[in-house]
C-alpha cells in the first residue's frame, strides 16, 4: 500500500512538473509574438500586434545584410561577379552554412542565394567583411542604415543574427525595411523568391515554404533562434494590391507559416470587403447549427500560434474548394474527414480555415453537445470514402490527427 501510494504521489508531482512547463512554455512563446501586415501601396497597417516591443531579429537580419550588399551593387562598389575573400572569422560561422574554409572566394552573385535560401551564416560574415572590414564594424553599418530608413528601435551587432543580447528590432521595424528592400532594389527583389540553388555540387532547398505554399507569396526570408522563436517576413500580391508582413515568435515554423497565411487571407479579404479588423463572420444555420468556412467573406480574425492544437502544415497549394450555400446541409450523406473537436468555437473555426486553404472538399465546424458539454466539431464533408481516407493518410503525414467517418 505505501509503495503504491508513493507511486500515485511520484506521478503527481510528475505530471505538476510537466503541467508548469507546459505553462512556461506557452508564456514565453506569447512573449515572444509579434506581427504587422501593410499595405505596400498606401502604407495602411491592415493589422499589428506588439508591432513595436523588442525583438531579436534572428536571421531576418540578413535581410539588412542584402539591402547593405545590393547598395554596394547600385553604387558600383561591387558587382555579381566580384568575388570576396573568406577568413577564418567567417569561416568558422555555425550552422546553417554552406562550408566555405580559409582561403576560399565566393562571387556576388553565388553569396545572395545562399544568404537567402540557406540562410548562410559563413556567408553573411563574408559580406560583412567585404564591405565594413570586420563584422563589428558592418554592424555599426548597419545600424546606421537602419537609422536612415527609419528604423529606430533596430540595433544591429552582427550580419547573420546569430544570438547577441545587443541585437534588437521590432516587427514595425523588419516590415518597413522588407518594403524599403522591395522599392530601393526592385531588379534584385527576385532573388527573395528562390526556391533553391546548387553550390559546389550540393543543391540547398530554401527555408520559405510560404514561397512554395501560400497563395500570391513571392518573397522575403525566415529567421529563427532559441530567444526569438520561429520569425517570417512575406510579401505577397493578389490582383493589384500588395501586402507585406512580419510574424516573430512562433513556436514552430508550421505554426508561424499557418498564423502569417491566415493573416494574409483576413488582409486580402479586409481591402476587398471594406471590413474591420474584429469583425467576426460566420454563418450558423439553426436547423443544423453548422459555421461554414467561406472565401466569400472574411474568415474569422487569426489566433495566435500558441493557441493551436494542432500542427497543420499545407500538402499542395491549393485554393480552398467551398461554396457557401444557404440551405442546411445534411449531415447523413457520404463520408467525411474530422479534424478535431474543441472545446472553443474560435479553435475549430482556425483548423477549419486552414484544412479549407488545403484541402478540396467543404469544411465544416459543427456544434455538438455530449454529457453536456458544448464542443465544436470540424470535419470535411461530402466526399467518397476513398477520397476521406487518402485526404487523411495526407493530413497524418503533415502532423495531423484525423479520423475517417461515415457522415
Keep these: 500500500m505505501f509503495t503504491l501510494r508513493r507511486g500515485v504521489r511520484k506521478g503527481f508531482l510528475v505530471l505538476v512538473a510537466l503541467l508548469f512547463l507546459f505553462l512556461v512554455n506557452q508564456a514565453q512563446a506569447n512573449f515572444r509574438y509579434s506581427s504587422i501586415v501593410i499595405d505596400a501601396d498606401t502604407g495602411k497597417v491592415l493589422h499589428e500586434s506588439n508591432a513595436d516591443a523588442a525583438r531579436y531579429p534572428a536571421s531576418l537580419t540578413k535581410m539588412m545584410t542584402l539591402y547593405m550588399l545590393f547598395e554596394a551593387i547600385e553604387q558600383h562598389k561591387m558587382s555579381l561577379d566580384t568575388r570576396m575573400r573568406v577568413s577564418t572569422h567567417a569561416a568558422s560561422m555555425p550552422q546553417t552554412n554552406i562550408g566555405l574554409l580559409t582561403g576560399d572566394s565566393i562571387s556576388v552573385r553565388e553569396a545572395i542565394p545562399a544568404l537567402i535560401v540557406r540562410s548562410a551564416n559563413d556567408v553573411a560574415a563574408v559580406v560583412a567583411e567585404a564591405l565594413g572590414n570586420n563584422e563589428a564594424n558592418f554592424g555599426r553599418m548597419m545600424t546606421d542604415k537602419a537609422r536612415r530608413l527609419g528604423m529606430h528601435s533596430t540595433t544591429f551587432r552582427n550580419a547573420s543574427g546569430l544570438p547577441n543580447d545587443e541585437q534588437k528590432t521590432t516587427a514595425r521595424d523588419l516590415v518597413t525595411l522588407s518594403i524599403r528592400l522591395m522599392k530601393d532594389f526592385p531588379k534584385y527583389y527576385h532573388y527573395f523568391s528562390t526556391k533553391s540553388f546548387s553550390y559546389k555540387g550540393t543543391t ?42 512580419v510574424v516573430m515568435g512562433g513556436q514552430t515554423a508550421v505554426a508561424r507559416d499557418q498564423h502569417m497565411a491566415q493573416l494574409l487571407d483576413r488582409s486580402f479579404n479586409q481591402g476587398h470587403m471594406h471590413v474591420a479588423n474584429n469583425t467576426r463572420n460566420t454563418l450558423i444555420t439553426p436547423a443544423t447549427k453548422v459555421v461554414r468556412a467561406s472565401t466569400s467573406i472574411p474568415a474569422p480574425g487569426p489566433k495566435p500560434f500558441s493557441t493551436l492544437e494542432k500542427k497543420v502544415e499545407p500538402v499542395i497549394s491549393l485554393q480552398p474548394q467551398i461554396q457557401l450555400q444557404k440551405a442546411a446541409m445534411r449531415m447523413d450523406d457520404g463520408w467525411a474527414v474530422q479534424i478535431g473537436s474543441y472545446s472553443e468555437s474560435d479553435r475549430a473555426h482556425v483548423h477549419a480555415q486552414a484544412a479549407a486553404r488545403w484541402i478540396p472538399g467543404e469544411v465544416v465546424v459543427t456544434e455538438v453537445e455530449i454529457s453536456s458539454r458544448k464542443l465544436y466539431r470540424a470535419r470535411l464533408v461530402g466526399l467518397q470514402e476513398s477520397q476521406a481516407r487518402t485526404a487523411c493518410q495526407n493530413l497524418t503525414r503533415q502532423g495531423l490527427e484525423c479520423l475517417v467517418v461515415k457522415s
Design 204 to 245: 540547398y532547398n530554401s527555408h520559405n515554404r510560404m514561397v512554395r505554399n501560400t497563395s500570391g507569396v513571392d518573397g522575403l526570408k525566415t529567421g529563427f533562434i532559441r530567444a526569438s522563436g520561429f520569425n517570417v517576413a512575406t510579401s505577397a500580391k493578389r490582383g493589384n494590391r500588395r501586402v507585406v508582413a
